[in-house]
């Protein structure tokens, strides 16, 4: 009964903006590495995957710190989370985790 009490309020926080215009991948280069995030879309919502190097390092098809599984809701959310997590990689958080704080931040949850 909590759990389904805290995945409603959970999915309750997700925001419901409308979509910026943002493109379905972006890369950075910092140090001669080049890092790129491109967004896919999964069912009715979005995820996004990172790359190093061409080399796939991490694919997150769920919004994460959420309990439960769901989805960004737009293109931009996705993307910006994972230009946070190239961020967090440049530098040099291991894990490069993302926190409940973090989506707040980015408008993606709501307080």
């Known amino acids: 009964m909590i759990t389904i009490a805290l995945t409603l309020a959970a999915v309750s926080c997700?925001?419901?903006?409308?979509?910026?215009?943002?493109?379905?991948?972006?890369?950075?280069?910092?140090?001669?590495?080049?890092?790129?995030?491109?967004?896919?879309?999964?069912?009715?919502?979005?995820g996004y995957a990172v790359f190093v190097d061409e080399k796939r390092l991490i694919l997150q098809r769920y919004i994460p710190v959420v309990e439960g599984f769901h989805h960004f809701e737009t293109q931009c959310d996705a993307l910006h989370c994972g230009k946070l997590v190239i961020n967090k990689l440049i530098n040099n958080e291991m894990p490069p985790a993302v926190t409940r704080q973090d989506l707040i931040d980015l408008n993606i949850l709501k307080q």
């Open 14 to 46: 997700i925001n419901s903006a409308p979509p910026e215009d943002c493109t379905a991948w972006d890369t950075i280069e910092k140090s001669g590495i080049h890092f790129r995030v491109e967004t896919m879309q999964i069912d009715s919502g979005w």
